[in-house]
T-cell receptor, first 113, second 112 residues
Framework: EAQVTQNPRYLITVTGKKLTVTCSQN?????MSWYRQDPGLGLRQIYYSMNVEVTDKGDVPEGYKVSRKEKRNFPLILESPSPNQTSLYFC????????????FGPGTRLTVT | GDSVTQMEGPVTLSEEAFLTINCTYTATGYPSLFWYVQYPGEGLQLLLK?????DKGSNKGFEATYRKETTSFHLEKGSVQVSDSAVYFCALSEADNNDMRFGAGTRLTVKP
């Protein structure tokens, strides 16, 4: 089954404790992206990757890191989480940008206390 | 830059009512337009799309027409069902840009 998987689905952590949210896709897609969803703001892009070893900042990259060592994986790293990073996070992938739809993971709800 | 504005919710309708969710966009080039739906506890999934002016996207009884003259992509359904209760996002994407722009989302609740 073609899908994007994320783990964990739910995470409660404390300020400053490094964490990683994993994302994996099995569709051989070139493009992958991370979004955060906050009430009233829709989805805002954090980072994206056009291909292996190619990543770039989206609209809200502060406090986040990513890597793309393999085509299928695109982990999101929070080196020192803060309460303002409490949010719902989605990973997405697509063959390319433009007319192509994005396929979304099920989401990771992160709470930073 | 590119942006999407969609009508604020929440929207509450009775079953079999007509639905319209307005979406307008600003873009520098010729974007593709999308409607995504998010059911409770799930990720977004594509509902329909249109890639050029005057195209009509349709799926599951939902329709939207790409109107370049009014820069709009309004979502419509003639008769909603309780199972249509979800959050709906309008989005655009341009090949020259490396991101997809989303509206704020509109929560729809359909009551029996």
């Amino acid at each position: 089954e073609a899908q994007v998987t994320q783990n964990p689905r739910y995470l409660i952590t404390v300020t400053g404790k490094k964490l990683t949210v994993t994302c994996s896709q099995n569709m051989n897609h070139e493009y992958m992206s991370w979004y955060r969803q906050d009430p009233g703001l829709g989805l805002r892009q954090i980072y994206y990757s056009m291909n292996v070893e190619v990543t770039d900042k989206g609209d809200v990259p502060e406090g986040y890191k990513v890597s793309r060592k393999e085509k299928r994986n695109f982990p999101l790293i929070l080196e020192s989480p803060s309460p303002n990073q409490t949010s719902l996070y989605f990973c997405a992938s697509s063959p390319d940008m433009g007319m192509y739809e994005q396929y979304f993971g099920p989401g990771t709800r992160l709470t930073v206390t | 830059g590119d942006s999407v504005t969609q009508m604020e919710g929440p929207v509450t309708l009775s079953e079999e009512a007509f639905l319209t969710i307005n979406c307008t966009y600003t873009a520098t080039g010729y974007p593709s337009l999308f409607w995504y739906v998010q059911y409770p506890g799930e990720g977004l999934q594509l509902l329909l799309k249109a890639t050029k002016a005057d195209d009509k996207g349709s799926n599951k009884g939902f329709e939207a027409t790409y109107r370049k003259e009014t820069t709009s992509f309004h979502l419509e359904k003639g008769s909603v069902q309780v199972s249509d209760s979800a959050v709906y996002f309008c989005a655009l994407s341009e090949a020259d840009n490396n991101d997809m722009r989303f509206g704020a989302g509109t929560r729809l609740t359909v009551k029996p």
